[in-house]
């Protein structure tokens, strides 16, 4: 268990958890997806099911309430953060803030991932550093280099 401050906790998850994960995700994404006319549950669900990876995987509580979740892969070039959902209830809080705050401070590689085109995920992956390095037709793919929170870092 990892304690980030304010109540969170991180804690690894099991197989066991999926089900929990995916109602999360679903809550999560419910209203980007709406938007897009692209909700589907059962496709929420075979897209976290079919690639879904406990080890790599870390439950956000606050208090005894498990309220997120993310998936962060190493990989040889840099970190995959394949997934980061808070529930609608507590986005705007900070918890995103602090859980990515933490996967920044781990690795001392670039961190890459994507955000459904039109979220407001993009302007959140955006405020903290990451950059724009690609799009399609559903996500924009981004990226954040170690190099670029030293250098804010050191401008403070």
Known sequence: MVELGDGLTLQPVTLEDLEALVAIRIAAMRESL???????????????????????????????????????????????????YVMPDHQG?????????????????PITLNALRDSASNRFYKRHGFIQIDEDALDIYYRWEPSLKKKAESEN
Do not use: C, W
Not at 93 to 99: D, F, L, Q, R, S
């Open 34 to 84: 709406e938007r897009l006319g692209r909700f589907d549950p059962m496709r929420a669900r075979a897209r976290l099911a079919d690639h879904f990876d406990p080890s790599a995987t870390f439950a956000i509580f606050q208090g005894s309430e498990r309220i997120g979740f993310f998936t962060i892969r190493e990989l040889p070039e840099n970190l995959s953060l394949d997934h980061l």
């Open 93 to 109: 809080t900070g918890v995103g803030a602090g859980v990515l705050s933490y996967i920044q401070s781990i690795g001392k590689k």
